[in-house]
């Protein structure tokens, strides 16, 4: 054995506790054993300085459910932002209403002169628009958004080389071994054999995954996951962890990038225009 690596010396692990259960007969190495003497078994794989967080996955945020314990990987957030009223911080634009000095009113409503002044708004009807002078005209007219103001996504990669710690539910016991780690369907009882056509029970997804970051990233996913912001989880190659400076991706810079022309607004146009979901949909079986 190599020396300093294998205990060889029982009284140096006697009353020591190790991450995660072993084979009798497995030689101990200094990295199975913890001198902590209390605390779960998760806690004994994050390293020093670094804290786990769970967050919620699905099969696409979460490479397809084919993550497990001990990947690395980076996760993209995506948000999205509105322009916002600084006083009022709500979205814009701004309802207008109008306004009924106190004194006398011709308002059916009201008995007798108003002595507080009547605001009255038509609510998302009164949106605020803009002043345009029309080109045939030259007449001056009101123009008003013809739909609610749309976010502009802007995504990036705000934590890199996260462990996985755990997928799904920690087990009961608390213990992280393979075997938790792959549930298998619920077995049937004995002698009984399985119904022609009916489908074997499978194990439950997961619906969120446990992550090894630092203090500093685990705030930060904290504060996404309060903004609903979207998280994407991608797998990094074995062996690597390297970190990697990466350009935040608007929609300018998808137009500047990859050279996507402006289309012009030409006096013609296709007539049998499809969707891409009607393109990717599957043929109606005969």
């Given amino acids: 054995m190599v020396a300093g690596l294998f205990f060889t010396n029982m009284d140096e692990v006697i009353g020591a ?34 804290v786990a967080i769970s967050i919620p996955i699905d099969e696409l945020t979460s490479l397809s459910y084919g993550l497990q314990p001990r990947d690395h990987i980076n996760i993209i957030g995506t948000i999205q932002l509105v322009d916002l009223d600084t006083d009022f911080q709500t979205r814009l634009p701004n309802y207008t209403a109008s ?56 995504s990036q990669t705000i934590v890199q080389d996260a462990i996985v710690l755990w997928v799904g539910d920690f087990p009961e016991t608390g213990q992280l071994t393979t075997a938790a780690a792959h549930p298998t369907p619920t077995p049937l009882p004995e002698g009984q054999a399985p119904v022609e056509g009916q489908a074997v029970q499978a194990a439950p997804l997961p619906t969120r995954i446990t992550l090894i970051v630092t203090p500093q990233d685990a705030v930060t996913l904290r504060y996404m996951l309060l903004s609903e912001a979207d998280l994407a989880l991608v797998l990094r190659g074995a062996g690597d962890t390297d970190r990697v400076a990466t350009e935040a991706v608007t929609l300018q810079f ?32 005969p």
Avoid: H, W
């Avoid at 506790?17 to 200094?30: A, I, N």
């Avoid at 108003?114 to 030259?138: H, M, N, Y």
């Avoid at 007539?271 to 990717?280: A, C, G």
């Fill in 17 to 50: 506790q190790v991450k995660f259960d072993l084979e009798q007969g497995v030689p101990l190495t200094r990295s199975m054993i913890t001198d902590a003497k209390e605390g779960s078994y998760a806690a004994f794989e994050i390293p020093r300085g670094m």
């Fill in 99 to 154: 306004v009924i000095s106190p004194g006398p009113t011709d308002c059916n409503e009201c008995a007798g002169d108003s002595l507080s002044a009547i605001i009255s708004t038509g609510g998302a009807g009164s949106t605020q628009g803009r002043t345009e002078l029309d080109p045939v005209f030259q007449q001056p007219v009101y123009v008003i958004p013809s739909e609610a103001q749309r976010p502009r996504m802007v």
């Fill in 254 to 285: 998808i137009m500047d990038q990859y050279n996507f022309p402006y289309p012009a607004k030409l006096p013609y146009g296709l007539d049998n225009v499809t969707s891409i979901t009607d393109l990717l949909a599957p043929a109606p079986l």
